[in-house]
């Protein structure tokens, strides 16, 4: 079974829906039992990180994911959900992350030409960095859909993906058991489902 | 390399796409469901649902076929029509669709798009805009084009870009259905006057008017066009053939 995390940010539908689409079980839940009882947990989240943040906190679910993700579950965050992982965001202040992967997020801004728009939205090839099991059933230069203005940074040791966007920006990430996607698999069409289908079969495994 | 998008547009009255499509081998052409299935399949990047339903009950077909295509379609999904309030928004977005679509509501109601973008974020929200040359200047019409507004068009796009929205969309009603090409004057003068994605409606009547649009026009994001997809007059699979071979960076599936 799939469990999603439900803290309060963003709509859950169509990540639910996918799931269901490529015929796994799947559960929306805030609760410790039954993120304890999943075979891996989908850390979804989009707005601002400082809010998430404060959310994830304040419901006690950052200890429980840190708690799960330590015992090798997998744990994959997508879009803001991603970027959560890291130690610390930059998007308007400092902010805490959940520090399971090293690195911190930056505005694209930052590190794109002036003439390239903000945000990062749309279609995107995919630039692979090293292999991972995520990906196993995708090929170089598959589309997927972007929606983002900040970007993970200083994280080369788990980066499996980028996006050229006047820069390379960081598409997907792994390390281990916790997995991470910029774009939004849910939805990236086929692509994206097959992505999915990669991450439910590593948390299957164990 | 960031890919161009090409989006159909289905316009649903009483959760019935309007006007009748031309394909063989859907079911029910009148479906949007199947519609926006098939469409998926043929590689449109993004589906756009504009609702021109009157009534209440139609509002509550509309968004029943909504959920159902949210969990068929895993392609961005961006719903229009009848877009006045944030209670709108929320009603759509509940029911899978990921952006949506403000066009009168936004004149009627000068700050929907700030408190919109506000709650959802600017990603969320897309302009929508009838825009119409009267005496040589862009005027923004509204009423589906019925009635002159008055407002200047790219004054009034750049302030709600900056009240938040996301996206633009800017439909020509000099070259609506007249398939002669989009109105590339028109979306210029938009492009040069704003940084966010421009997505050009209005005029497409073949392959080559959507290649002249990327290849005059390099800062548009996207293309829409609806009865020349549903009557099978451009093919999305044969168009981005044809954007691959010009060197336009497009989806392939």
């Not at chain 2, 006007?19 to 043929?42: A, I």
Request: aromatic share 8%; proline share 3%; charged share 25%.
């Amino acid at each position: 079974m799939v469990a999603i995390v439900d803290y309060g940010v963003g709509n859950l539908f169509s990540l639910q829906s996918s799931f269901a689409a490529i015929g796994a079980e799947v559960t929306v839940t805030a609760q410790k039992e039954i993120l304890e009882q999943a075979n891996c947990i989908i850390l979804p989240g989009v707005g601002a990180f400082e809010d998430a943040a404060k959310k994830l906190r304040g419901s006690g679910l950052d200890k429980t994911l840190k708690e799960l993700a330590a015992k090798g579950k997998p744990l994959m965050g997508i879009c803001l959900g991603m970027q959560l992982l890291f130690e610390r965001s930059y998007e308007y202040g400092c902010h805490e992350g959940l520090g399971l992967l090293k690195g911190s997020v930056r505005p694209i801004r930052d590190v794109i030409p002036s003439d390239y728009k903000i945000p990062h939205i749309g279609w995107n090839g995919l630039i692979f960095k090293k292999g991972s099991p995520l990906l196993k059933y995708t090929q170089e230069g598959d589309c997927v859909y972007f929606v983002h203005s900040f970007y993970a940074a200083d994280c080369d040791a788990s980066v499996i993906a980028t996006a050229e966007y006047g820069a390379e920006l960081t598409a997907a990430v792994a390390d281990g058991n916790v997995l991470g996607c910029q774009f939004h698999p849910e939805k990236s069409g086929d692509v994206g489902l097959k992505i999915l289908k990669a991450f439910v079969e590593m948390g299957e495994k164990l | 390399m960031i890919t161009k998008r090409i989006i159909p547009c289905l316009d649903v009255r009483d959760g019935r796409v309007v006007k009748g499509v031309n394909f063989e081998g859907l079911r029910d052409v009148s479906s949007p469901v199947e519609l926006g299935m098939y469409y998926s399949s043929c590689g449109a990047d993004e589906l756009v649902f504009y609702d021109i339903t009157a009534s209440s009950d139609g509002r509550k077909l509309f968004t029943d076929i909504l959920c159902e295509t949210a969990r068929k379609v895993f392609i961005p999904l961006t719903v229009g029509g009848g877009i006045n309030s944030v209670d709108d928004f929320d009603r759509v977005l509940k029911c899978g669709a990921d952006k949506v679509s403000v066009n009168s509501g936004a004149i009627r109601n000068p700050s929907l798009i700030f408190e919109a973008a506000k709650r959802y974020g600017d990603q969320c929200v897309v302009l929508s805009v009838d825009v119409k040359r009267v005496d040589g200047v862009f005027r923004v019409f509204a009423k589906g084009g019925r009635e002159n507004t008055g407002l200047e068009a790219i004054s009034w796009i750049k302030q709600c870009v900056e009240s938040g929205a996301g996206e633009v969309v800017v439909n020509s009603i000099d070259t609506d259905g007249v398939k002669g090409g989009f109105d590339l004057e028109m979306l210029a003068a938009v492009c040069d006057a704003v940084s966010v994605p421009v997505i050009a409606s209005g005029g497409a009547g073949k392959i080559q008017d959507f290649i002249t649009l990327f290849q005059t026009l390099p800062k548009v994001d996207a293309g829409l066009a609806a009865s020349i997809f549903h009557f099978g007059e451009v093919n999305i699979a044969d168009l981005k053939e044809k954007m691959a071979q010009e060197n336009i960076p497009t989806r392939r599936l």
